[in-house]
């Protein structure tokens, strides 16, 4: 498995943008699948998005064409771009990664986005 550690959540105002990081503790470039999840106050973890080793991605559909999952490999690192944000995208942001090798899926600590109205 691997080590995920998340950053650059924080406040900001609805519309305004943020790209959260996602930094592995080794390659992800034979990792299966990366993601991104979110889990608001008194609600269910969701799937936000994710990006296969193959380079197909997918967004949930209240974030598509809103937020780009993305990766650099030199870097070990994903990435959420999170434009046009809106006050229900408020939630912690958790980084995901499962292969189909590993007994279960790793993840980060979770890093707070809050948007204002």
């Known amino acids: 498995q691997v080590h995920l550690v998340e950053s650059g959540g924080g406040l900001v105002q609805a519309g305004g943008s943020l790209r959260l990081s996602c930094l592995a503790s080794?390659?992800?470039?034979?990792?299966?699948?990366m993601g991104w999840y979110r889990q608001a106050p008194g609600k269910q973890r969701e799937l936000v998005a994710t990006?296969?080793?193959?380079?197909?991605?997918y967004y949930a559909d209240s974030v598509k064409g809103r937020f780009i999952i993305s990766r650099d490999y030199a870097k070990n690192t994903v990435y959420l771009q999170m434009n046009s944000l809106k006050p229900e995208d408020t939630a912690v942001y958790y980084c995901?990664?499962?292969?189909?090798?590993?007994?279960?899926?790793?993840w980060g600590q979770g890093t707070q986005v809050t948007v204002s109205s």
């Open positions: 995901n990664a499962g292969d189909k090798s590993w007994s279960s899926d790793s």
């Open positions: 080794r390659t992800i470039f034979n990792i299966n699948t």
């Open positions: 990006i296969a080793s193959g380079g197909s991605t």
